[in-house]
């Protein structure tokens, strides 16, 4: 019995001995020089694991990682995954962070303004993620941002992240809404927000182009917004890759609020937390017109005699910008169309009738956000180029009116 004592006593020893010489090692710092990426293959056994870190120079000896992580109960809890390991990180760091589950992060930001559809397409063309998207989701019901994931993350699982914040902050917003808002439900301030999205790039004019939509409800008059006429054409695809038609202005679709009253049926865009902001906080000004100024944003005005003076100004900024030095060549107007019957003109409330004379030009709301010339004719549709490859920033969210963000027309 003494000597079977004696005998556990110095195997003992030694397994002291071993876990202290095992435990030092693991503390180490390892071979890794630099910071490095390793992806962990799916149904990684302990041994694949070993043998893969050792390969890619990050241990020296498998058999100490496998020893380490038996010991340590971490070899159950191995997950695939891809992780970023520090230079000179010791076995017992690389064991925790494959434990742990400590994954990169990547990240994808969709930009506000951009449809149902655009917002699909972007998660499909994005490698990182894994699985297909069950279906599209209704417009205006995802909350566009940054949204952080890891490899092989579902693509699924990022519209439903997406469609939970929009529910959130939604419910956030609507709480804080005025009792004198003309918007009777939170799908009306969605709608609302996806026009203020589409019409302005710009985060300071947007509660001042809401306020303007807020005062034209109150008077009942007509939206009359540029991005409603595409909406109502493409739907989804939202965008037309051209200039919009002069026959398309008074074309009746549920969405063109050049023809419907009040809002359209839905929205025409999934807008950020900024647009619905600007729609419950909205500028308190008499504002119902605006073009744009020339700088990238727009000119307000009150009244149709204030908003044709701006108008009149964007058409010699645009004349000068065409061709500077002269005035604007002839093929630079719209052809002239012949008029629509009287029953079918649309005219802005309270727009007045230019005396058309000989030149029979059909006269444009006044109110338009486009390039139009002080007696109401139409000189130049904005290119609704968003998304196309005449855009040089593909899919990129921003105001189509503005001439420093339009791609520049093609012959």
Do not use: C
């Not at 000119?299 to 010699?316: D, G, I, K, P």
Request: hydrophobic share 40%; no cysteine; glycine share 8%.
């Amino acid at each position: 019995m003494s000597g079977l004592f004696t005998a556990l006593v110095i195997i003992a020893g030694f397994v002291g001995v071993g876990i202290a010489v095992l435990d030092s090692q693991s503390k180490a710092p390892g071979p890794l020089a630099s910071d490095r990426v390793l992806i962990i293959p799916r149904d990684s056994g302990l041994t694949e694991i070993a043998d893969l870190l050792q390969r890619e120079g990050m241990i020296e000896h498998p058999w100490t990682f496998r020893a380490a992580a038996l010991l340590s109960g971490n070899w159950t809890k191995l997950k695939a995954g891809e992780y970023l390991f520090k230079a000179r990180a010791s076995q017992a760091d690389i064991l925790n962070i494959i434990a742990e589950g400590k994954a990169v992060e990547h990240g994808i930001t969709i930009p506000e303004g951009l449809t149902s559809e655009q917002i699909v397409a972007r998660l499909r063309e994005n490698e990182l993620l894994s699985g297909d998207i069950i279906q599209t989701p209704r417009e205006g019901s995802i909350l566009p941002d940054t949204y952080k994931f890891p490899r092989g993350f579902a693509r699924q699982a990022i519209i439903d992240r997406m469609a939970r914040s929009h529910r959130e902050v939604l419910a956030e917003v609507w709480r804080r809404k005025p009792a004198d808002l003309p918007i009777k439900t939170p799908q009306e301030l969605v709608v609302l927000a996806s026009i203020v999205e589409k019409e302005t790039g710009r985060a300071d004019e947007r509660p001042r182009v809401a306020g303007v939509f807020i005062n034209r409800l109150n008077r009942r008059m007509k939206l009359q917004s540029d991005p409603t006429i595409v909406y109502g054409i493409v739907g989804g695809k939202g965008t037309l890759g051209r200039s919009i038609l002069r026959t398309e202005i008074t074309q009746a679709t549920p969405y063109n609020t050049y023809v419907i009253d009040g809002l359209p049926p839905g929205p025409i865009a999934n807008p950020g937390r900024a647009a619905l902001e600007a729609v419950v906080n909205h500028s308190r000004t008499k504002d119902l017109y605006f073009v744009a100024d020339g700088s990238g944003g727009h000119a307000f005005a009150e009244t149709l005699e204030q908003h044709n003076r701006n108008v009149q100004r964007w058409r010699q900024i645009e004349a000068a910008r065409r061709d500077p030095g002269r005035a604007a060549p002839d093929n630079s107007v719209d052809k002239v169309e012949p008029p629509p019957a009287p029953e079918q003109r649309t005219e802005a409330p309270g727009a007045q009738r230019a005396d058309l004379g000989e030149s029979d030009v059909y006269p444009v709301p006044a109110n338009r956000r486009t390039a139009a010339s002080a007696d109401g004719t139409r000189i130049r549709a904005f290119d609704a180029s968003e998304g196309t490859p005449r855009d040089p920033l593909l899919n990129k969210t921003f105001d189509l009116n503005s001439p420093k963000q339009i791609p520049p027309l093609r012959p």
